[in-house]
């Protein structure tokens, strides 16, 4: 048994470290979530890594004994495994050594999800079955789809989810038509696909494509900015286009030193810096997201006045909404120096500034000093793009991650302008939400819109600019009474 000493104390990976986890997981199940108040009626575990390997162990020990702990008839254990096909046969003996390796763990699964490159055969389905003694129903086909968004329909298809209520105990609606089903047990309200096979169509049928640039400074990985590529998805899905994404790097967006690319022979800074901006002149609307430092800070600035200038949509997140103020004091408001304190705090116009309560200097120290979580935010302005786009509320809840605001001192002279803060906190202190007047789409916002996205209800910014940049946004808000009414698409066919 493997042990370690930890104050003085000698601490074994049985019981105090499968403890733990269990308390953990316990902890965890009980967290309301999705807006509500009550405990959750499930948990969904999710084990990484391979069985058998080491890195896993102590985690199925703890499983072993948590199923002991909340009664075997609490627990759905569900096994992925890999269903390779060689010479146009599907191995199903991968399969079978994963299940003897987990039942030496202690633990026996319920069903077994197999992912395979083609639909698992009925003989590969009765082999699996025979040799694990799961079900036949219970061995699931999880084969290649056009698109990740159908897995559910190919799960819905083979009532994985009235399985697991089932063997949970839980009393739900079933997906399948009682009547279809004989012996099934009967509930009141049959879950309805529909919406979501709608959202999964739109992502490869329509024809109509339209090009949305990101501005980003962390481009070399895209998965930086997953979200943000999740939720202009998502807003693609419901405005029924195809989503073309436009990667820039924001640092290739400033013009390169002469002298410093010709002395260090660096024939590639200029082509970058023309290959940018040409991509910039191709979209039809952009998206500046977040980040931190000084570096490609030029280049975010640039894209918004670009956007600004050529009425080309536009939607800046966070460090995307604090550029677009700098570059606007720059050039309309004659600023010349105006930056942020976090890149230079010694100009004489600091248009973004730190917040007090989350700076340094009050005892915060770097790391503990953002502003986090889900915020209200007040839009004062009923007849606003920002109002439209919410259908009309006047308190919306976004989540943010910042240390940084618009300094007050500047609002009016920015609104004067035509560059109008529109939401603001709930104390009218703190700038949220900006846009610009007598353009189709410019809008920028402190927080993060994109992690509260969802498949069948897109962010609002987010489908808002994805219509702007197709030329749908007027035509939506005639349809809905002058809002946006996220989601509204999918609801026209759950009620049809």
């Given at each position: 048994?493997?042990?370690?000493?930890?104050?003085?104390?000698?601490?074994?990976?049985?019981?105090?470290?499968?403890?733990?986890?269990?308390?953990?997981?316990?902890?965890?199940?009980?967290?309301?979530?999705?807006?509500?108040?009550?405990?959750?009626?499930?948990?969904?575990?999710?084990?990484?890594?391979?069985?058998?390997?080491?890195?896993?162990?102590?985690?199925?020990?703890?499983?072993?004994?948590?199923?002991?702990?909340?009664?075997?008839?609490?627990?759905?254990?569900?096994?992925?495994?890999?269903?390779?096909?060689?010479?146009?046969?599907?191995?199903?003996?991968?399969?079978?050594?994963?299940?003897?390796?987990?039942?030496?763990?202690?633990?026996?699964?319920?069903?077994?999800?197999?992912?395979?490159?083609?639909?698992?055969?009925?003989?590969?389905?009765?082999?699996?079955?025979?040799?694990?003694?799961?079900?036949?129903?219970?061995?699931?086909?999880?084969?290649?789809?056009?698109?990740?968004?159908?897995?559910?329909?190919?799960?819905?298809?083979?009532?994985?989810?009235?399985?697991?209520?089932?063997?949970?105990?839980?009393?739900?609606?079933?997906?399948?038509?009682?009547?279809?089903?004989?012996g099934?047990?009967?509930?009141?309200?049959?879950?309805?696909?529909?919406?979501?096979?709608?959202?999964?169509d739109?992502?490869?049928?329509?024809?109509?494509?339209?090009?949305?640039?990101?501005?980003?400074?962390?481009?070399?990985?895209?998965?930086?900015?997953?979200?943000?590529?999740?939720?202009?998805?998502?807003?693609?899905?419901?405005?029924?286009?195809?989503?073309?994404?436009?990667?820039?790097?924001?640092?290739?967006?400033?013009?390169?030193?002469?002298?410093?690319?010709?002395?260090?022979?660096?024939?590639?800074?200029?082509?970058?810096?023309?290959?940018?901006?040409?991509?910039?002149?191709?979209?039809?609307?952009?998206?500046?997201?977040?980040?931190?430092?000084?570096?490609?800070?030029?280049?975010?600035?640039?894209?918004?006045?670009?956007?600004?200038?050529?009425?080309?949509?536009?939607?800046?997140?966070?460090?995307?909404?604090?550029?677009?103020?700098i570059?606007?004091?720059?050039?309309?408001?004659?600023?010349a120096?105006a930056?942020?304190?976090?890149?230079?705090?010694?100009?004489?116009?600091?248009?973004?500034?730190?917040?007090?309560?989350?700076?340094?200097?009050?005892?915060?120290?770097?790391?503990?000093?953002?502003?986090?979580?889900?915020?209200?935010?007040?839009?004062?302005?009923?007849?606003?793009?920002?109002?439209?786009?919410?259908?009309?509320?006047?308190?919306?809840?976004?989540?943010?991650?910042?240390?940084?605001?618009?300094?007050?001192?500047?609002?009016?002279?920015?609104?004067?302008?035509?560059?109008m803060?529109?939401?603001?906190?709930?104390?009218?202190?703190?700038m949220?939400?900006?846009?610009?007047?007598?353009?189709?789409?410019?809008?920028c916002?402190?927080?993060?819109?994109?992690?509260?996205?969802?498949?069948?209800?897109?962010?609002?910014?987010?489908?808002?600019?994805v219509?702007?940049?197709a030329?749908?946004?007027?035509?939506?808000?005639?349809?809905?009474?002058?809002?946006?009414?996220?989601?509204?698409?999918?609801?026209?066919?759950?009620?049809?």
């Open positions: 048994m493997f042990r370690t000493f930890w104050l003085k104390k000698k601490r074994f990976v049985v019981p105090q470290v499968t403890d733990a986890i269990q308390a953990w997981i316990a902890r965890v199940a009980e967290q309301p979530v999705d807006g509500h108040y009550e405990a959750p009626q499930v948990c969904l575990i999710e084990v990484g890594g391979t069985v058998g390997d080491i890195e896993s162990a102590v985690y199925l020990e703890a499983l072993q004994q948590f199923s002991r702990r909340v009664g075997r008839e609490n627990l759905c254990l569900c096994h992925v495994s890999y269903v390779p096909c060689i010479g146009g046969e599907q191995k199903t003996k991968p399969t079978q050594h994963g299940v003897k390796e987990l039942r030496m763990a202690g633990l026996s699964p319920d069903m077994i999800f197999c992912r395979c490159e083609t639909m698992l055969s009925e003989a590969a389905r009765g082999k699996i079955a025979l040799f694990t003694q799961v079900l036949p129903e219970h061995v699931i086909s999880v084969h290649d789809v056009a698109n990740t968004y159908r897995v559910p329909l190919v799960l819905d298809s083979q009532n994985v989810a009235h399985s697991i209520c089932k063997r949970l105990r839980l009393d739900v609606a079933t997906p399948a038509s009682p009547a279809s089903r004989p099934a047990p009967l509930y009141k309200t049959p879950i309805s696909m529909k919406k979501w096979r709608l959202m999964a739109r992502l490869t049928s329509p024809a109509e494509s339209v090009k949305i640039g990101i501005v980003g400074k962390y481009t070399g990985l895209a998965d930086s900015y997953l979200s943000v590529v999740k939720a202009l998805q998502h807003g693609a899905m419901e405005a029924n286009v195809r989503l073309e994404l436009v990667w820039i790097e924001s640092s290739d967006l400033e013009e390169p030193p002469r002298e410093s690319a010709a002395s260090n022979g660096d024939s590639a800074t200029p082509a970058r810096f023309a290959a940018a901006w040409e991509a910039l002149r191709s979209v039809a609307g952009v998206v500046c997201p977040g980040g931190f430092g000084d570096r490609g800070i030029l280049g975010k600035a640039l894209s918004s006045r670009f956007c600004r200038e050529n009425k080309v949509p536009y939607l800046g997140i966070c460090l995307g909404m604090q550029t677009a103020v570059d606007f004091a720059r050039s309309v408001l004659n600023l120096d930056n942020s304190e976090e890149f230079d705090k010694t100009c004489k116009h600091h248009v973004v500034v730190s917040m007090p309560e989350h700076s340094a200097e009050h005892g915060q120290e770097l790391g503990g000093t953002m502003r986090l979580g889900k915020r209200a935010t007040i839009l004062r302005d009923s007849k606003s793009l920002a109002a439209r786009l919410y259908d009309g509320k006047p308190v919306i809840d976004e989540r943010h991650r910042h240390r940084y605001e618009v300094n007050p001192s500047v609002v009016g002279s920015m609104e004067a302008k035509g560059f803060f529109v939401g603001q906190d709930e104390r009218g202190q703190r949220e939400v900006a846009e610009l007047r007598d353009h189709p789409f410019f809008l916002v402190q927080y993060h819109p994109e992690f509260q996205s969802r498949p069948l209800k897109p962010s609002p910014p987010f489908l808002g600019l219509l702007a940049a030329g749908k946004l007027e035509a939506r808000f005639k349809r809905y009474g002058g809002f946006l009414k996220s989601g509204a698409v999918y609801e026209e066919v759950e009620s049809a």
